[in-house]
Nanobody
Framework: QVQLVESGGGLVQPGGSLRLSCVFS????????MSWYRQAPGKEHELVAS???????DYADSVKGRFRISRDNAKKTASLQMNALKPDDTGVYYC???????????WGQGTQVTVSS
């Protein structure tokens, strides 16, 4: 069974940086695409960034040039480096793993990111 545990959220001032991590428990991490979503109060659940098992990345327009998603297959970890943070980046950030062959999705519990002065 796959389990995901996110960490790294917190309170940061506008313009600051945070690095989120998602640790994957289970087998065949390299067979999964990994994504980060966020949920802000009163807003739609939003795809922030994704990385395929081949390392191809994609980003929401709102975070391009500021966020970077990466993965370490040896450590079974996906990370999201967030720079130049804005108040609009505030929300709960969730990690998702999708097994490409079965389209099965697994979610973490979320980590809160608050950008405020």
């Amino acid at each position: 069974q796959v389990q995901l545990v996110e960490s790294g959220g917190g309170l940061v001032q506008p313009g600051g940086s945070l690095r989120l991590s998602c640790v994957f428990s289970g087998s065949s991490f390299s067979s999964y695409s990994m994504s980060w979503y966020r949920q802000a109060p009163g807003k739609e659940h939003e795809l922030v960034a994704s990385i395929t098992r081949f390392g191809v990345t994609d980003y929401a327009d709102s975070v391009k040039g500021r966020f970077r998603i990466s993965r370490d297959n040896a450590k079974k970890t996906a990370s999201l480096q967030m720079n130049a943070l804005k108040p609009d980046d505030t929300g709960v950030y969730y990690c998702k793993a999708r097994r490409d062959t079965t389209q099965s999705d697994y979610w973490g519990q979320g980590t809160q990111v608050t950008v405020s002065s």
